[in-house]
């Protein structure tokens, strides 16, 4: 059967570790000059219908660096973007190539694509998930202090994609998750009821912060939420992560964001340029994870 990639929990716990080790392998090689052709004369297919640099950059450079080739198929340039339906694409697209990468605003339509795909599927942020972002994250966290397993993670802000990543890393890495909202930002419900044992709900950011090891946060709107983005700077306003925030964490506690981030609004600019941020690492290392995913699903 065809694997995919669409929550992080598709895959099994230990595959998921054998990923994030992998990478870590992948990370030296590459920085030693070690040249791989892993995947010569494969193709990787990279649709968007948002925007993106950290993704878009890291498949392209990964599938280069691994012997192979990625395709950038933008919404606005393809006939997906015009209304061909989304099973017909998938049906074609997936005749040519060797793995699809999506980023586009409906997980639903990402597992529309997947049923009729005959290649693995990558969900590259979907309006519900960001397992490739959750790859990275991991594997910088084991990179600098070491297994996650039994920490305590707040994570401050909105209840977004980014958000329900974390309650399923929650589970599978075995950590509690702390989250903070505002009233009326919380995770979907059927998050919270999935994953209820590894998760503690709150509205205030200090006591999600209490003798946390990880701090982690995102943008108060995401894509496609930019008409909100009035309203919800006044209902994020006490959810900043900044230096009166990470006192109340572990005081070797480390903070990540996957980026871009908003200096002044849900990231001071002390912290995320800090000592205690890890978020160059984590950008950097999306590329190393997403080079051992596409071994593990194509190799
Ligand atoms: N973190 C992340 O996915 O960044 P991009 O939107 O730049 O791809
Ligand atoms: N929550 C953000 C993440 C961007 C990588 C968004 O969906 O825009």
């Known amino acids: 059967?065809?694997?995919?990639?669409?929550?992080?929990?598709?895959?099994?716990?230990?595959?998921?570790?054998?990923?994030?080790?992998?990478?870590?392998?992948?990370?030296?090689?590459?920085?030693?000059?070690?040249?791989?052709?892993?995947?010569?004369n494969k193709t990787l297919a990279m649709i968007f219908d948002k925007s993106s640099t950290r993704t878009r950059v890291s498949f392209e450079a990964g599938m280069t660096q691994l012997g192979g080739h990625?395709?950038?198929?933008?919404?606005?340039?393809?006939?997906?973007?015009r209304g061909e339906p989304i099973v017909d694409s998938a049906i074609v697209i997936s005749s040519m190539v060797d793995a699809v990468m999506m980023r586009v605003s409906s997980h639903d339509d990402i597992?529309?694509?997947?049923?009729?795909?005959?290649?693995?599927?990558?969900?590259?942020?979907?309006?519900?998930?960001?397992?490739?972002q959750l790859l990275a994250d991991m594997m910088t966290y084991q990179e600098h202090s070491g297994p996650i397993k039994g920490k305590t993670v707040a994570w401050i802000g909105d209840g977004n994609n980014m958000c329900h990543t974390y309650m399923q890393a929650a589970k599978v890495f075995g950590f509690t998750l702390n989250i903070a909202t505002p009233k009326g930002y919380e995770p979907k419900q059927s998050f919270v009821d999935k994953y209820a044992d590894c998760i503690n709900l709150h509205n205030d950011a200090q006591t999600a912060c209490q003798?946390?090891?990880?701090?982690?946060?995102d943008v108060w709107a995401s894509m496609g939420?930019?008409?909100?983005?009035?309203?919800?700077?006044?209902?994020?306003?006490?959810?900043?992560?900044?230096?009166?925030?990470?006192?109340?964490?572990?005081?070797?506690?480390?903070f990540m964001h996957c980026l871009p981030a908003h200096r002044g609004e849900e990231v001071s600019a002390n912290v995320i340029d800090g000592k205690q941020s890890l978020v160059w690492d984590a950008a950097e290392n999306r590329l190393h994870a997403q080079k051992a995913l596409l071994l593990f699903l194509l190799g």
């Open 111 to 132: 597992n529309t694509f997947a049923q009729h795909s005959s290649v693995p599927i990558i969900n590259a942020l979907s309006d519900e998930s960001h397992p490739c």
């Open 70 to 81: 990625a395709l950038f198929l933008s919404d606005r340039d393809i006939q997906l973007g």
């Open 225 to 254: 939420q930019e008409d909100e983005q009035k309203k919800r700077e006044l209902a994020f306003k006490d959810f900043q992560v900044n230096t009166k925030l990470m006192v109340n964490a572990k005081s070797e506690a480390m």
């Open 1 to 40: 059967m065809t694997k995919h990639f669409i929550n992080l929990d598709d895959l099994a716990n230990d595959d998921l570790q054998q990923i994030i080790d992998q990478a870590i392998t992948l990370k030296k090689q590459h920085k030693a000059g070690e040249i791989s052709n892993a995947l010569k």
């Open 211 to 217: 003798e946390a090891d990880l701090i982690v946060t």
